[in-house]
């Protein structure tokens, strides 16, 4: 009978733990001047982080999120109106993460890899305005690759 009992209020604990342990964190992915663009769920304990998650998943991303789980004072309400995207499941393998692990290296070559693209895309050589907000753009990427920031 003890047994039985035992069983029972083991089975109650490990039920109502459940739910908790598959619950998920909702962060949002911030541009650098604080714009939140979209949000990813991740589950507690998962080794990745955040702010890679993001910036591998979120398009508008464009490697310059950090990953925060609130969004500010007053921000409830636009909380929700925040596109929920889906993580890519390479993300999660860590195969996608380590080939492109933000060292100096790697932010060099895709910062080059960028001004290249300036220079044959016909639309920014056309005129040194374009190439400039083109380059531009591929400072702003740069300025924020290998930082790591992920906020909490």
Do not use: W
Not at 26 to 39: F, I, L, N
Not at 42 to 54: E, I, K, N
Not at 122 to 134: E, N, V, Y
């Amino acid at each position: 009978m003890k047994t039985i009992i035992a069983s029972l209020a083991l089975a109650f604990l490990v039920a109502a733990a459940a739910p908790q342990a598959l619950a998920q964190s909702k962060y949002y992915c911030v541009k650098p001047d604080g714009a939140p663009v979209c949000a990813i769920l991740v589950t507690p304990g998962a080794r990745h982080d955040p702010s890679v998650l993001c910036n591998l998943s979120c398009a508008p991303c464009n490697l310059t999120c950090s990953a925060i789980l609130r969004l500010g004072d007053g921000a409830r309400g636009m909380e929700d109106q925040i596109p929920v995207v889906q993580v890519r499941p390479e993300a999660l393998t860590g195969r996608d993460m380590q080939s492109n692990i933000e060292t100096p290296e790697y932010c060099n070559a895709q910062y080059q890899n960028c001004l290249a693209n300036c220079r044959r895309d016909p639309q920014s050589s056309a005129s040194a305005t374009a190439l400039g907000q083109c380059e531009a753009y591929c400072q702003s990427v740069r300025s924020g690759c290998g930082t790591g920031n992920s906020g909490q």
